[in-house]
């Protein structure tokens, strides 16, 4: 089945260490994009990527790295500079930038301890 | 800034009991407005896609429509399986022309509904 794979579902981060999620997609898209969803909030756009090997800072990228070095592949690393990280991580493609629909991964909740 | 707000944030209803949300939206051009769906602790599912004044969308009990300032998503006949956060966002459209596809959501209404 096509689709787009979050990994892990939770994931804990002790103070002061750097975490990577992880975001596969199999439906040939060229655009991914990480959201990150607080309770009550919307969702908030952290970083996107158009093609392979490029990307552009979303609204709150501070404290956030990502890199696109395959089209399948989106990973997000959550800093020790972001201050707050706690939250739900949402991965999403969509055909090409600017297209209609963008289909969203089943998210990994970040909890610090 | 584009801006999306939802109303009610949460909406109890029984089952039957036909309702509607709302979503007003602010941007300098709609490319697009979208509807989803959220179950808790699960990654939103699409559910339709708006793009001009006057346009209806539906999708079983579910109609959307859409005027210049606003979004309207219809319950009619609501089961509990309905029950869910509804989540709005809209795309605006690049007046370079070449949008990155970027959605500015709002903060959603959650839907129960009650056998």
Known sequence: ?113 | EDQVTQSPEALRLQEGESSSLNCSYTVSGLRGLFWYRQDPGKGPEFLFTLYSAGEEKEKERLKATLTKKESFLHITAPKPEDSATYLCAVQASDPGGTSYGKLTFGQGTILTVHP
């Open chain 1, 1 to 113: 089945d096509g689709g787009i794979t979050q990994s892990p579902k939770y994931l804990f981060r002790k103070e002061g260490q750097n975490v990577t999620l992880s975001c596969e997609q199999n439906l040939n898209h060229d655009a991914m994009y990480w959201y990150r969803q607080d309770p009550g909030q919307g969702l908030r756009l952290i970083y996107y990527s158009q093609i392979v090997n490029d990307f552009q800072k979303g609204d709150i990228a501070e404290g956030y790295s990502v890199s696109r070095e395959k089209k399948e592949s989106f990973p997000l690393t959550v800093t020790s500079a972001q201050k707050n990280p706690t939250a739900f991580y949402l991965c999403a493609s969509s055909m090409f930038s600017g297209s209609s629909e963008a289909f969203f991964g089943q998210g990994t909740r970040l909890t610090v301890v």
